[in-house]
């Protein structure tokens, strides 16, 4: 028997893995794709949002505000990149009292720094603005990050904390018992005392298995666009409009790896399988973001890709224990990214009446990332090289990423070609891939001990090879 | 390796040749079909054995050459920097001959509409596939575009089993040479579609059908295929010049297919030759 079991591993479910973990508790953490964050999360924009777009008075802006301050901490604990660029909600024309009422709301919520800048600043910090641009909203903790990468660190740290995370494993079926869940996944079962629900997309289905009533969730999907390296940084911070209805509209993101992203769009749609990129979306993006920034060109794009948010009725987070020991996380869009810590915390903090958390005596509290060749100095680079040889092996020649590290990823639980590009960059380049990816397959077939035939994109039915020559 | 050759036969004394493969060759290694020498050598060869050819004459002379080593930066002092698996490496020459290639476009510069499913490689990963690794990348295939390499790759494919289904041309002409069109398409009634625009890729894991639409008629089709190979056309590999904000000159060259595609390797060499002749 087991404390807790967790059914997600996005950044949701990997949070309270990462939270749980720090305490004298049995914990499983289940995901049913074949790597973590491979759902919602690898497609969300990396924007550690500040928190003053959402109504003040709701669950999500204040767990938003808390997960932006939570998240510095951990970055220099779990050793993953952070980078506080600050945001610019944009005003045009009019929307000058918008933007007066967005800061009030951020006062309400203990926001920082919150300042509105004229013109003349816009035209000295942010030269590729619109000059139709009035005034700005600055808000200086607004950040990005990349969200595999901090999906794998917490990930990693719950685990040498004792958390067991499995991938691959869906969950079939769930039963009551009289002090327990039963948990049936294909090939296992696992009995746990508490079951917390972060399956994303799949949230409302998970919750109907334990026959429990959950809020439907309605996929919303946003395209985005990624810009060449060589555009260099369009802007330094990230660029908003005043928000619009339902979501925050289409945006100007300095990515943590030096591009810029543009986008995401906004459309319900019926599958949630669909993940299709359109030329229509990428045209509605360019329009939209080129009445903000003006310069940029649609042959400046190198990538695009498609993600989903869990959208429910209500306009906030559902976070409930539905049931005795059941506790449902649902609809969790945006800014669920940043508010995930947070989430975390408090689901800790709805449940200690009940659970006793005892802090770990042997707990480990930091994580190191692999080391990336391409940032460091030459004398570094000069030591690995001696600690390891094949620290001087270059494999992805677009991002300078070494035999070493490839291994590396492989052995921190990355099995498919995706995992290996979401922990080292490799294939992310220009090339898109075709100098490495065959590279890369046979580092895997060595590593896992594997033929090519079993080598997957991500997952089972994304092989990449079909047998042998004739 | 024939601007090294060229700078020997030149009169120059110490030449560096710095590759970042195992073995010299490039990515003529994996062109093995014939084709290749009828100017220089006057007589048809292989890629491997083209640059098997050169690799002797390299050998011949006084080339110190250093392969598994990458060049990842160059200043403009004309310093370039590599490394290896001993170290990261500085080294000053007089003379820079940047012999570094092309890449393929991909399609992602294309933004093709649709999901992104294993099965979609350029040509030149397929070829590699194949001819250095003996694993196939499918078995139902579609080309697109009708560059020389897709060309190569649609017979080598048929060859090794698969089903080339057709090879897409947005252009009303092929862009590979007539030669390849005939010998690769023709011979193994591979039909191309000229004035044919691919539309959408479908499938969820792995690549299932391709939609595409006959651009003259405005009809519309799908095929099923589980791969999709691009040949959509040829970049020179510049960026490390790019990066340090160097123009070439002054020292500092590029030759082959990274100043320009080329449509023979006889012509390359010739020209990495000449150049190299011309700095001794």
């Known amino acids: 028997m087991i404390d807790f079991l967790v059914i997600g591993g996005g950044i949701v479910g990997v949070s309270l893995a990462y939270e749980l973990a720090k305490y004298q508790l049995a914990i499983v953490l289940l995901e049913k794709e074949a790597e973590l964050s491979f759902g919602v999360s690898k497609s969300n924009s990396g924007i550690i949002h500040t928190g003053f777009q959402d109504d003040p008075r709701s669950l999500k802006a204040r767990l938003a505000v808390r997960g932006n301050r939570l998240y510095r901490q951990m970055a220099k604990l779990l050793d993953f990149p952070f980078v506080p660029t600050g945001e610019l909600v944009v005003a045009l024309p009019g929307e000058r009292e918008r933007l007066e009422l967005i800061k009030e709301n951020g006062k309400k919520l203990g926001i920082p720094g919150l300042e509105i800048k004229d013109r003349e600043w816009l035209k000295k910090h942010e030269p590729n603005l619109s000059r139709e641009i009035e005034c700005a909203l600055l808000g200086p903790t607004g950040a990005v990050i990349n969200p595999y990468e901090v999906i794998y660190a917490m990930a990693e740290n719950a685990a040498s904390n004792g958390a067991q995370i499995h991938c691959d494993s869906e969950v079939i079926s769930i039963e009551e018992t009289s002090d327990s869940w039963k948990i049936r996944t294909c090939e296992s079962e696992y009995r746990s005392r508490y079951v917390i629900n972060a399956a994303g997309l799949s949230a409302d289905k998970i919750s109907q298995m334990a026959g429990i009533r959950a809020p439907r969730i309605r996929p919303w999907k946003g395209e985005e666009f990624i810009l060449d390296r060589h555009a260099d940084r369009l802007t330094r911070r990230i660029i908003f409009p005043v928000p619009q209805s339902n979501t925050k509209g289409v945006l100007v993101i300095p990515t943590v790896d030096g591009n810029t992203m543009i986008g995401p769009t906004a459309e319900e749609i019926k599958d949630r399988g669909d993940l299709t990129t359109s030329k229509a979306g990428k045209h509605k993006v360019l329009k939209h973001i080129q009445r903000l920034v003006p310069c940029i060109r649609e042959d400046q794009v190198i990538a695009s890709f498609a993600g989903l948010r869990p959208t429910i009725e209500e306009d906030d987070f559902y976070i409930r224990e539905d049931k005795d020991r059941f506790v449902n996380i649902v609809g969790i869009k945006s800014p669920g990214l940043t508010a995930a810590p947070a989430i975390a915390e408090y689901v800790v903090n709805m449940l200690t009446e009940k659970v006793k958390f005892l802090p770990k005596e042997d707990y480990v509290a930091k994580r190191r990332a692999i080391p990336r060749f391409r940032q460091l100095s030459s004398e570094e680079r000069n030591r690995l090289i001696r600690t390891d040889p094949e620290y001087g092996e270059v494999v992805c020649r677009c991002e300078l990423v070494t035999k070493k590290e490839i291994r590396e990823a492989i052995r921190r639980g990355a099995h498919t070609l995706d995992g290996i590009k979401f922990r080292t960059r490799s294939q992310m380049g220009r090339c898109h891939g075709a100098f490495c990816t065959m590279k890369i397959m046979a580092i895997m077939a060595e590593e896992l001990n594997i033929p090519y035939e079993q080598i997957t994109k991500r997952g089972k039915g994304s092989e990449l090879v079909k047998g042998y020559g004739s | ?280």
């Open chain 2, 1 to 280: 390796m024939a601007a090294a050759v060229g700078g020997s036969d030149g009169g120059l004394k110490k030449i560096l040749l710095l590759e970042r493969l195992p073995r010299l060759g490039g990515i003529l290694n994996q062109c093995i079909h014939m084709g290749f020498g009828l100017t220089y050598f006057k007589e048809e060869l292989t890629g491997t054995e083209y640059a098997a050819r050169y690799k002797r004459m390299v050998y011949e002379r006084d080339i110190e050459v250093r392969t598994s080593s990458f060049v990842h930066r160059l200043t403009p002092k004309r310093e370039v920097i590599f490394v290896n698996s001993e170290g990261e490496y500085t080294v000053a020459g007089k003379s820079i001959m940047m012999a570094t290639g092309c890449r393929e476009r991909t399609r992602e510069m294309l933004t093709v509409p649709g999901t992104r499913p294993a099965g979609i490689f350029t040509a030149g990963l397929a070829q590699e596939m194949v001819n250095i690794y003996g694993v196939m990348p499918g078995k139902e295939v579609v080309v697109i575009g009708s560059g020389d390499i897709g060309l190569i790759m649609a017979r080598r494919m048929t060859l090794e089993g698969a089903k080339v289904h057709a090879v897409l041309e947005i252009l009303d002409h092929p862009s590979g040479l007539i030669r390849n069109k005939v010998q690769c398409l023709d011979d193994f009634s591979i039909p191309l579609y000229l004035d044919h625009e691919l539309l959408e890729i479908i499938g969820k894991d792995r690549v299932e059908a391709i939609r595409y639409r006959n651009n003259k008629t405005g009809w519309e089709r799908i095929i099923s295929c589980d791969t999709v190979l691009f040949s959509v056309g040829l970049i020179p590999e510049q960026d490390l010049l790019i990066e340090a904000g160097i123009k070439p000159g002054s020292g500092i060259y590029l030759v082959g297919n990274a100043d320009y595609i080329h449509d023979y390797v006889d012509t390359v060499t010739k020209e990495a030759e000449e150049l190299g002749k011309s700095l001794g």
